[in-house]
């Protein structure tokens, strides 16, 4: 790489949008963002590479000979999935027990991943077409017993009949195997892929005892076949961007983004395309946490919004949850994910109303980033919520994403005036803000369901606001919320890339064993003993050692005859003495009753510990933001002028102040109403609220 090697450059794919943020130490962080490009969308990350580069002064290729480190988060899996243009997969599992993956969580199994309004008419509800084809699966003849003993060798001779048949008479190219209690013993599976690899070496193979080995006959299986269905797709997409970063002159490793918030090299991620699945909302939560760090802010509703979606992650005490049970659509998957609720409203969410009722309703439908929204030109029909945005006055009809876009107002006006305002009997502009305030309410409610409904209060909170469009409506409803504040961070539209170069790398290993408390401690330590010598190693090879690697441990404990454990993070001294174990039950005992209530703990049920974690971090290098000194309130050195916007108090269209992102400096105060165009994103600050940009150039909102 050189002795110019000095960037660190990070690149997230989103459904609508490419974001990237370069970083090097002493200078100021550099941001691009350009149109997502599906189905191929390594050329989205060139061009979004090319803006980054060019706000540089600099060719793309000249950013990326001085590149020592490119970081990666994408969606290419999740696409593969919602779209369903993943590799025609094929199952081998464990003879008699060809219908677990069918069978899914009995009758669970029928709304999991549905609204709440689907749910409530079950009749009409069904379970997810399984992404493997129910004539894929095959059994084959074997049994290994929960104690990882071999009660039946596996019949060789028929596995192999199991295998070309799956190959040639069902055509599949990807093979997932899942054999019950593999997490205990692997033997048979590792002879199912060699037997794979002589009969059709090209054929994309996933082991369950790799991905997932963990208890759960459904999930396991399940991970099983997500990964193997994306597993080529990610593979050859990150062989792609590879080949084409090299060919612009990079010559540094790739890392990728996981969904429980590590990166992993591209080669070791390539073969675990499940671990991709959101990475980008994971990363967005890692750099809020990072930014409240610099901010000394430890409790955060991290908000995220798009073109597609509304993500919200919660961070308490600077902390963040994991998912207990992730899906992705409809399907569970086992495998550690930073929990991240959302819902269908990004601004490309198309606005509609009700065949029978007229009742409008926002998304979950999408226009995406073709043909995207009326108002981009691109050949869209149906109104959307950057449509309405437009129609309000928020958006930039001449400016948006820095000119790049010409907005065209009056084909969406047209569009929205025949499809919502007229059958509603409304104006365009009244119809617009009525839409926009149900935006604003589906988005308060879903923050009330992970803070309220779990015992926690907004009030406590501060909200970061980030995504291509979260800032357009944040103050709105942080308000309703009752919110401390509402911060939009000086990378708000690229925000998830800011996440990547936020976070370390991270390796997780877990071993799946039953112990009972008490247990001597000796027992726990020689199962985590071949984990943490194995994380080691992985970091040794990786660059780390000292005290920038760290290990940490946790256990899964649950009751005597319960089925759902509670993952306890160990917090005594490693390896354990009597004392720690002691530590880690107390703190299982209270993490029960956070849970489930106070008084439903119950230590004479007896105890069990399940499944031993080990998470291995390799600590890189955060951004060094300077902040900077603050200068006087007055900030009509950036005001550019007046539009007429949608005014709440005055029900009407009403003239607010314009503001240049570009030209406020630390210490100006904007009052509302007022509209603040950043080359990349819109804020807006609604009447009798105050903005500020801060000394790290975040904009602050006091919501009066």
């Known amino acids: 790489m050189g002795e110019r090697a000095r960037y660190i450059v990070a690149s997230d794919v989103g459904g609508t949008c490419t974001d990237t943020v370069v970083f090097a130490a002493g200078e100021p962080i550099h941001l691009g963002k350009a149109l997502s490009t599906p189905p191929h969308f390594a050329d989205g990350v060139l061009d979004s590479l090319d803006v980054a580069a060019r706000a540089m002064g600099l060719a793309c290729t000249a950013l990326l000979v001085e590149t020592a480190l490119f970081v990666h988060g994408s969606t290419v899996v999740d ?3 919602l779209t369903r243009s993943g590799a025609r997969t094929g199952l081998l599992t464990t003879e008699g027990f060809e219908d677990t993956l069918l069978i899914t969580r009995g009758a669970y199994g029928r709304w999991s991943g549905l609204s709440e309004d689907r749910i409530k008419h079950p009749v009409k509800t069904d379970r997810a077409t399984p992404l493997v084809d129910p004539a894929a699966i095959k059994g084959v003849a074997e049994r290994v017993d929960y104690k990882g003993a071999v009660l039946r060798e596996l019949e060789e001779t028929s596995a192999e009949e199991a295998i070309r048949f799956l190959i040639e008479e069902r055509g599949v190219e990807a093979l997932a195997v899942s054999l019950l209690w593999s997490f205990y013993n692997p033997v048979h599976e590792r002879k199912l892929r060699a037997l794979i690899e ?17 208890p759960g006959e459904y999930e396991r299986s399940s991970t099983t076949v997500i ?10 997409y990150l062989q792609s961007l590879e080949s084409k970063l090299g ?3 990079y010559r540094g490793p790739v890392m990728v983004m996981q969904g429980y918030g590590g990166l992993l090299p591209a080669r070791e991620a390539a073969n675990l395309a499940v671990g991709m699945i959101e990475s980008g909302p994971a990363a967005g939560v890692i750099g809020a946490r990072y930014l409240g760090r610099l901010m000394r802010d430890a409790d955060i509703i991290a908000c995220d919004m798009g073109g597609t979606t509304f993500k919200v992650g919660v961070i308490q005490g600077g902390a963040f949850g994991y998912a207990r049970e992730p899906l992705v659509d409809r399907y569970h998957y086992a495998a550690p994910k930073i929990e991240v609720v959302s819902i269908g409203a990004g601004g490309g969410s198309i606005v509609a109303l009700d065949p029978e009722t007229k009742v409008p309703r926002v998304g979950p439908q999408s226009a995406g980033a073709s043909p995207g929204p009326v108002c981009y030109g691109r050949g869209g029909t149906e109104p959307t919520l950057t449509d309405v945005m437009t129609l309000i006055g928020y958006m930039d009809a001449d400016h948006f994403l820095d000119g790049s876009i010409k907005l065209d107002l009056s084909a969406a006006r047209r569009v929205f005036d025949e499809k919502i305002a007229r059958p509603l009997g409304r104006s365009v502009e009244a119809a617009a803000f009525g839409i926009y305030r149900i935006a604003a309410a589906q988005i308060t409610d879903l923050i009330h369901e992970i803070t309220v409904e779990r015992g926690l209060d907004p009030r406590d909170f501060v909200l970061h606001s980030f995504g291509g469009t979260c800032a357009l409506l944040s103050a709105t409803f942080g308000r309703e919320l009752n919110v401390r504040k509402v911060i939009v961070p000086y990378t708000a539209s690229v925000h998830c890339a800011f996440g990547l170069v936020s976070a370390d790398i991270v390796h997780e290993y877990t071993h799946a064993a039953v112990l009972p408390v008490p247990s001597p401690p000796e027992a726990v330590n020689d199962l985590f003993a071949p984990m943490v010598e194995r994380a080691l190693g992985t970091l040794h090879r990786e660059g780390f050692a000292g005290d920038r690697l760290s290990l940490d441990w946790s256990i899964d404990l649950r009751y005597s005859r319960q089925v759902h454990e509670v993952t306890t993070t160990v917090r005594a001294e490693t390896p354990l003495d009597a004392s720690g174990l002691v530590r880690l039950v107390d703190d299982f005992e209270a ?35 300077e902040p900077a000194s ?8 950036a005001r550019i002028g007046r539009r007429a916007v949608y005014s709440e108090a005055k029900d009407a269209m009403a003239p607010a102040d314009i503001y240049d992102f570009t030209r406020l400096v630390p210490g100006n105060l904007v009052a509302g109403p007022a509209v603040i165009h950043t080359p990349i994103t819109t804020i807006v600050v609604p009447d009798a609220q105050t903005a500020r940009m801060d000394a790290l150039r975040n904009i602050v909102i006091e919501l009066g």
Do not use: Q
């Open 79 to 81: 696409n593969a999935i």
């Open 198 to 214: 002589r009969v059709a070496p090209g054929v994309y193979v996933t082991l369950s005892s790799e991905v997932a080995p963990v």
């Open 227 to 236: 990964n193997a269905y994306a597993g080529a797709i990610s593979r050859d």
């Open 247 to 249: 060919a612009a002159g």
């Open 591 to 625: 993490l029960y009753e956070r849970k489930y209530g106070a008084g439903s703990a119950y230590r004479e049920a007896g105890i069990e510990m399940t499944l031993f974690r080990l998470t291995a971090r390799g600590l890189m290098a955060r951004p060094t933001i």
């Open 630 to 637: 603050l200068n006087s309130p007055d900030s009509s050195g």
